[in-house]
T-cell receptor
Framework: GAVVSQHPSRVICKSGTSVKIECRSL??????MFWYRQFPKQSLMLMAT?????????EQGVEKDKFLINHASLTLSTLTVTSAHPEDSSFYIC????????????FGSGTRLTVV | GNSVTQMEGPVTLSEEAFLTINCTYT??????LFWYVQYPGEGLQLLLK?????DKGSNKGFEATYRKETTSFHLEKGSVQVSDSAVYFC???????????????FGKGTLLTVNP
């Protein structure tokens, strides 16, 4: 079955530094990837939709300059949290679909980011 | 816009009890409906889905029927196990059309705890 690998699973960084999170589709090509943020005991908030070879589409209220998304290949999308602050601490999850419009969403295992 | 409302937890049951988690939705058009499960510290796993009215999704003893007349997709299981303890999310995907990205809209999640 479709597998999405997300790395790292946990990261602790200092305020002001940047952190990159990778999301890879291991056995399929993903034209579309989604990035979500999940606060403790809350639902998933869609941050942005990443399309291979084009700019990401950000949801309202998400700072695109702070959360940089790059989808340079059909198997890799990255989310970079720039100049991280403690309020950016959260659980970030990616998901991927094999082709635009597919209902076959597969989720990564998530990244727990702690900014100290 | 689209929205998903699911019963708030936490839900605590004894092993072998019957489970129902209610989910209702608001959407334009004809969405696809999903139930996802999230175990502690992990990403989301698709539990079951239904793509049109009266469809029944089923997996691992869980079932949910797409009820267009009541805009509902309630999750049921006849006999829960301790290993079913997790957070359950109801979600919908709008049709989009024309190659759009079929975003998922999630409910807030319901924490289920099953005691031996």
């Amino acid at each position: 079955g479709a597998v999405v690998s997300q790395h790292p699973s946990r990261v602790i960084c200092k305020s002001g530094t940047s952190v990159k999170i990778e999301c890879r589709s291991l056995d399929f090509q993903a034209t579309t990837m989604f990035w979500y943020r999940q606060f403790p005991k809350q639902s998933l908030m869609l941050m942005a939709t990443s399309n291979e070879g084009s700019k990401a589409t950000y949801e309202q209220g998400v700072e695109k300059d702070k959360f940089l998304i790059n989808h340079a290949s059909l198997t890799l999308s990255t989310l970079t949290v720039t100049s991280a602050h403690p309020e950016d601490s959260s659980f970030y999850i990616c998901s991927a679909a094999p082709f635009t419009g597919s209902l076959g969403y597969t989720f990564g295992s998530g990244t727990r980011l702690t900014v100290v | 816009g689209n929205s998903v409302t699911q019963m708030e937890g936490p839900v605590t049951l004894s092993e072998e009890a019957f489970l129902t988690i209610n989910c209702t939705y608001t959407a334009t058009g004809y969405p696809s409906l999903f139930w996802y499960v999230q175990y502690p510290g992990e990403g989301l796993q698709l539990l079951l889905k239904a793509t049109k009215a009266d469809d029944k999704g089923s997996n691992k003893g869980f079932e949910a029927t797409y009820r267009k007349e009541t805009t509902s997709f309630h999750l049921e299981k006849g006999s829960v196990q301790v290993s079913d303890s997790a957070v359950y999310f109801c979600a919908l995907s709008d049709g989009g059309g024309g190659g759009s990205n079929y975003k998922l809209t999630f409910g807030k999640g319901t924490l289920l705890t099953v005691n031996p």
